[in-house]
């Protein structure tokens, strides 16, 4: 069973700078997609950004390219979030999730995803 724990959530002024991190149990990484999805109160979940476990295969939501970086550490089988130039749009809960990753398509879509993580708050203020 894979379990994700997500950290580094916080209160941050727009224009500043936070750093997600999602450690996870997973025997074998480099199977799996890993991808960040964010959720604003009565919004949709919105995806946020992917990333193959061997991190060599990236997307990204068109509201954050340019902003956010998605990397991994495949030695301690976490997955990072670099988010700069936060706006208040970026507010919300910012989910981790593990998909199974073939080599072929690199999971991006809530579906593609079978295991979440209990998300962590991100507030960004004007």
């Known amino acids: 069973q894979v379990q994700l724990v997500e950290s580094g959530g916080g209160l941050v002024q727009a224009g500043g700078s936070l750093r997600l ?3 996870a149990s997973i ?3 480099s199977s799996y997609g890993m991808g ?3 959720q ?3 919004e949709e979940r919105e995806f946020v950004a992917a990333i193959s476990g061997r991190g060599d295969l990236t997307s990204y939501g068109d509201s954050v390219k ?3 970086t998605i990397s991994t550490d495949n030695a301690k089988n976490t997955v990072f979030l670099q988010m700069n130039s936060l706006k208040p749009e970026d507010t919300g809960v910012y989910y981790c999730a593990a998909g199974y990753y073939g080599g072929r398509y690199l999971p991006i879509r809530i579906s593609d995803f079978g295991s979440w993580g209990q998300g962590t708050q991100v507030t960004v203020s004007s």
Do not use: Q
């Open 40 to 42: 604003a109160p009565g």
């Open 36 to 38: 960040w999805f964010r």
């Open 21 to 23: 991190s999602c450690a």
């Open 66 to 68: 340019g902003r956010f």
């Open 27 to 29: 025997r074998t990484f």
